[in-house]
């Protein structure tokens, strides 16, 4: 998934959605680490769970989750207003 406004697209890139799984916490583990290498190590969706965010600090971390959240916002209003994303 990719925001589609500006300001995401710079800041926060590809995020990607994983789906848990607690039969098998290691491969559960490495996907959430593969997910975060292909997202540029700023987010990571875990269906059903939310979102997480890293940074070097917590004020990196904390704007790196806000992004995401006001770029699926964003989203969400597009697709309600059927607009083509």
């Given at each position: ?33 593969e997910a975060l290498n292909q997202g540029g190590m700023r987010c990571v969706v875990i269906r059903g769970n939310g979102a997480y ?33």
């Open positions: 998934m990719q925001p589609i406004d500006n300001l995401g697209k710079d800041n926060i890139g590809k995020v990607i959605i994983v789906d848990p799984d607690d039969e098998n916490p290691r491969e559960y583990l490495r996907q959430v680490a965010a890293v940074g070097a600090d917590l004020d990196q971390a904390w704007a790196n989750a806000a992004m995401l959240e006001h770029s699926m916002k964003i989203v969400m209003l597009a697709r309600q207003a059927n607009l083509k994303i």
